[in-house]
């Protein structure tokens, strides 16, 4: 009979103690200030949704209500990271859609496209070539990590087969687009760091072996093996992989750049929508944030206009995702204007550019990841 009441009081006592760490925690996240964005996960947080009758009914509200929470919910970094160590115990290979691969280098998985989307992007860059046969276009998509440094993958751990995707995209654009293959060169470096190990982006070694041998196919004479020298600008660059799986977060990196090693680099670049013109194709700014690979270009944007110094007399387009920030720098020295959109930002259509500008030549500069899953693209070339 006293064990039984021991134990009911010893529930009790649970209960109560249960009840009050969820007040104290309903106390807290009310009291502590909502943030607007995750350095550790460098990303912006869900902010409180608006209250309505529409959003009530559709269900709206409540999704957007949880995730609210989730994201401002009080000492969240630290349960993330308690999480994160608790699943690395248990054996896991795979955080938020990043797998965690060996010597710690982290891999986003390979994306499967929308066979129809896919189809409507290259039906739109087809349309839009024809449209301009005077003028050389080219493509290069830049394989994913997982997709070169296989062998770095976990145990047991497979992706779907993004070359074979390339050969789609490839047959799909037909002879009227010059494909640029850069998965040959990467994979023949693939022992060196092309890649970030806590970031998806390639490094500018990586980018630059793939302009040196692509150079011929790109409209460049000569060799430009010595065109250009190296610096390390920063040597404490945590990626977007280790915010996103939250492992690796204590790995630094560096990050290079190239300039020409003779004659002027000078250049303007003009940001077009934000009315704000620079001198340089780098941002130092950005090595004071987290986003340290915004040091390219200044990170993402809709329409830049780069005009330098050379005596060439081309001007080239270059439609392109943040893969192409690195590579743009190799471009500069050979053309005199190089016109660089986002389809993601980007709300106007190729044929706006084209009369703008006077384009000469047209590079599409994607990753495949991206390359294979942007909606924006048909809508950017083919002008809905």
């Known amino acids: 009979m006293e064990r039984r009441k021991r134990r009911r009081r010893t529930e009790s006592l649970v209960g109560i103690l249960f009840i009050l760490c969820l007040f104290l925690g309903l106390v807290v996240n009310i009291l502590v200030p909502d943030k607007e964005k995750s350095e550790e996960e460098n990303r912006m947080l869900e902010t ?3 209250l309505s009758m529409s959003t009530v009914m559709s269900g709206d509200f409540m999704e957007q209500w949880e995730e ?10 630290l349960w993330r990271s308690f999480k994160v160590g608790l699943d690395r115990l248990g054996g896991s290979r795979m955080e938020n859609g990043v797998y965690i691969g060996k010597d710690g280098q982290l891999l986003e998985d390979i994306q499967v496209p929308d066979q129809d989307q896919l189809s ?3 039906d739109a860059i087809k349309s839009f070539v024809e449209k301009y046969p005077d003028i050389p276009a080219r493509m290069m998509l830049v394989p994913d990590a997982a ?13 779907e087969d993004q070359r074979q995707m390339f050969s789609l995209v490839q047959r799909g654009l037909g002879d009227s687009v010059t494909w640029i293959d850069a998965f040959s060169t990467l994979n023949k470096y693939k022992n060196e760091k092309i890649y970030y190990k806590t970031d998806h982006h390639w490094t500018t070694q990586g980018a630059f072996y793939v302009f040196r041998e692509s150079a011929q196919a790109l409209g460049i004479d000569g060799d430009v093996s010595d065109d250009f020298v190296s610096y390390t600008v920063t040597d404490s660059f945590n990626g977007a992989l280790a915010s996103k799986s939250g492992v690796g977060l204590g790995e630094k990196e ?5 300039v020409p090693a003779e004659g002027d680099d000078d250049v303007i670049v003009n940001y077009v929508d934000e009315a704000r013109k620079t001198t340089s194709l780098y941002d130092s700014s950005k090595l004071e944030t987290r986003d340290k690979y915004g040091v390219f270009l200044g ?3 809709s329409v830049l206009d780069i005009k330098t110094v050379s005596t060439s007399q081309k001007r080239l387009l270059v439609v392109k995702d943040s893969f192409a920030d690195c590579f743009i720098p190799f471009l500069a020295p050979y053309y005199r204007e190089i016109i660089v959109v986002d ?9 706006d550019i084209m009369e703008t500008y006077r384009i000469t030549e047209t590079l599409i500069l994607y990753s495949g990841n991206t390359f294979l899953s942007d909606n924006n693209i048909s809508g950017v070339f083919a002008g809905e």
């Open 68 to 77: 609210y929470m989730s994201d401002q919910f009080a000492g969240r970094n």
């Open 48 to 50: 409180k949704p608006g």
């Open 254 to 258: 560096q990050i290079d750049i190239y």
């Open 299 to 301: 990170g993402n944007t």
């Open 120 to 122: 409507e992007n290259l």
């Open 343 to 351: 389809p993601r930002y980007y709300s106007g259509t190729m044929d």
């Open 147 to 159: 997709c070169v440094l296989g062998d770095s993958l976990p145990a047991f751990a497979s992706v």
